[in-house]
C-alpha cells in the first residue's frame, strides 16, 4: 500500500539555525499538506499546497517558514531560523483530492 | 470559525468493553468528518470518514455516524482489544475549504487485559 514517508524522523537543532524537512507524499497526490502537534496539544494546520503554490496557510506559517516541491516526487518544509517553541512533531500529509488525507509518520524537531 | 471537541481523556477500559469517545463539532455548511488514530511512537492514520448526513463510516470494528442535528461524530467499538489502545483524533474539513484539517484535542484509550 502506498505510504506517504518523512525524513528524518527526529532532528535537534540548535536556536536559530535552519531545517529542512523532507517529505515524500503518495505518488499520484495533488494536495499536499503540513501539520504540527506540540507535545501535549493538538494537531495544528500550518499549509496547504496544491499545483505548486501554497493554497492556503495558518498563522502560525508566518515568514520563517517556506514549502517547496524542488522535484516531481518531494515536498519540504523549511523554518529559516528556528525557536524554541518550533520544537514538536511535524506531519505531512497527501491527499488526492482535497479531503481525504493520508499521513506520514511524522518528524520530532528538538530546538535547544 | 470551525472547530471540533472531543471528551476528555484519558479513557481506561477492560478488554472486551464497549467503547464510545463523543465528538461535537461547529463548522459552516456541511464539512466532512473523520476519525484518525495514533498508536504510540507512530505517525495518525485515518480510521473512518463520513462526507454527509446519516452517512456511517465503520473500519476495524469502529463505527462513526454523521449526526447533523446534533452536530456529533461520536466513535463506537463494540469489544475494545488491547491493540486498541491510542490516541484517537475527531477532525473535519469544511467544504470547500482547500482540504484543511481542524482537528480535536484528542482522547487518549488505554485498554487492560
Known amino acids: 500500500e502506498p505510504e506517504v514517508t518523512q525524513t528524518p524522523s527526529h532532528q535537534v537543532t540548535q536556536m536559530g539555525q535552519e531545517v529542512i524537512l523532507r517529505c515524500v507524499p503518495i505518488?499520484?497526490?495533488?494536495?499536499f499538506y503540513w501539520y504540527r502537534q506540540i507535545l501535549g496539544q493538538k494537531v495544528e494546520f500550518l499549509v496547504s499546497?496544491?499545483?505548486?503554490?501554497?493554497?492556503?496557510k495558518s498563522e502560525i506559517f508566518d515568514d520563517q517558514f517556506s514549502v517547496e516541491r524542488p522535484d516531481g516526487s518531494n515536498f519540504t518544509l523549511k523554518i529559516r531560523s528556528t525557536k524554541l517553541e518550533d520544537s514538536a512533531m511535524y506531519f505531512c500529509?497527501?491527499?488526492?483530492?482535497?479531503?481525504?488525507?493520508?499521513f506520514g509518520p511524522g518528524t520530532r524537531l528538538l530546538v535547544l | 470559525g470551525d472547530s471540533v471537541t472531543q471528551m476528555e481523556g484519558p479513557v481506561t477500559l477492560s478488554e472486551e468493553a464497549f467503547l464510545t469517545i463523543n465528538c461535537t463539532y461547529t463548522?459552516?455548511?456541511?464539512?466532512?468528518l473523520f476519525w484518525y488514530v495514533q498508536y504510540p511512537g507512530e505517525g495518525l492514520q485515518l480510521l473512518l470518514k463520513?462526507?454527509?448526513?446519516?452517512d456511517k463510516g465503520s473500519n476495524k470494528g469502529f463505527e462513526a455516524t454523521y449526526r447533523k442535528e446534533t452536530t456529533s461524530f461520536h466513535l463506537e467499538k463494540g469489544s475494545v482489544q488491547v491493540s486498541d489502545s491510542a490516541v484517537y483524533f475527531c477532525?473535519?474539513?469544511?467544504?470547500?475549504?482547500?482540504?484543511?484539517?481542524?482537528f480535536g484535542q484528542g482522547t487518549e484509550l488505554s485498554v487492560k487485559p
Open positions: 463548522a459552516t455548511g456541511y464539512p466532512s
Open positions: 477532525a473535519l474539513v469544511g467544504k470547500g475549504q482547500g482540504g484543511k484539517l481542524i
Open positions: 499546497f496544491y499545483n505548486n503554490e501554497i493554497s492556503e
Open positions: 500529509a497527501s491527499s488526492e483530492g482535497a479531503e481525504t488525507q493520508y
Open positions: 505518488s499520484n497526490h495533488l494536495y
Open positions: 463520513a462526507t454527509k448526513a446519516d
